[in-house]
């Protein structure tokens, strides 16, 4: 009875979220030209909260949930967020549940969010261009250091948090791909603490061509598991640490997987 009415006031509101969302985009995507013609137009807070309020629309159109667990391991401080990367909503994702929390739980506490160059590209890029993001080019050296200095500058000098998908690029199935030890390095120079951050359920929300799981609800999970104090990793090498950590969160999502999982087929984007 309660999936009944779920979907119910699903159908019936869903056309006039789906209208919002569009003039949502038509209004972003001005304020991101205005945005980077003068960055100091709009406050962090007000950029945070266009864009938060947009990817509520979007996932409400696309049915989907998003629980966290784990808050409670975080600090009142800046951090360093190593994250699993199965889509390319898990940006979305991340963007979502931290201005929850800092909204939340730690007002006035931004991040800096590390993504790949392909999100650059588009209706994305034009939306994400709106928010404090690095877009990062592994086949370019140069640049690469270019967003290892603006890692720095926003822990250090901005007291700025940084999100950072330390596989390199999406993984498909339920494997992940080695942890990158170099993309460690700014929690060494800067001695953060290091938050370990789950994600599971977003492979194939973007495109499931089963005509069955489209109609239905989904849900993704996500969980900050204990942090990594400077004095729990600044003494072993970075490898040491990368190996740790993708043991760590590999069998918090193979957990997670089997908590969760309904046999539903998974799909690439």
């Known amino acids: 009875m309660y999936r009944f009415f779920s979907t119910l006031l699903y159908v019936c509101f869903v056309p006039f979220v789906f209208i919002a969302l569009l003039f949502g985009l038509v209004r972003i995507q ?22 938060y309020k947009l990817i ?66 588009g209706l994305k890029g034009r939306i994400l261009d709106l928010l404090d993001i690095v877009y990062i080019d592994r086949n370019d050296i140069r640049q690469q250091f270019r967003v290892y200095q603006a890692q720095l500058k926003a822990v250090k000098e901005q007291r700025k948090s940084v999100v950072l998908f330390v596989e390199g690029h999406r993984y498909f199935g339920d494997e992940f791909g080695t942890f990158k030890p170099g993309a460690l390095r700014v929690g060494y120079d800067t001695l953060i603490p290091i938050a370990p951050t789950v994600i599971y359920g977003s492979s194939g929300r973007f495109m499931d061509h089963n005509k069955t799981n489209r109609n239905k609800d989904k849900c993704i999970y996500v969980k900050f598991l204990r942090q ?19 043991y760590l969160m590999q069998n918090e999502y193979n957990e997670m997987k089997r908590k969760h999982d309904k046999k539903i087929p998974i799909f690439t984007d």
């Open 228 to 246: 990594f104090n400077p004095h729990d990793y600044s003494t072993h090498h970075s490898n040491f640490l990368a190996e740790k950590l993708q």
């Open 30 to 51: 001005g304020k991101t030209r205005k945005y980077r013609i003068n960055p100091n137009l709009y406050t962090p807070e007000a950029r945070y909260r266009s864009i």
């Open 56 to 121: 509520n629309k979007l996932f409400y159109v696309m049915r989907i949930s998003v629980k966290v667990n784990g808050y409670d391991q975080l600090s009142h401080a800046p951090v360093l967020y190593v994250v699993n990367h199965k889509s390319n909503i898990d940006p979305l994702v991340m963007i979502k549940i931290l201005y929850e929390y800092k909204s939340g739980y730690y007002p006035g506490l931004e991040f800096l969010l590390i993504a790949k160059i392909e999100l650059h590209k």
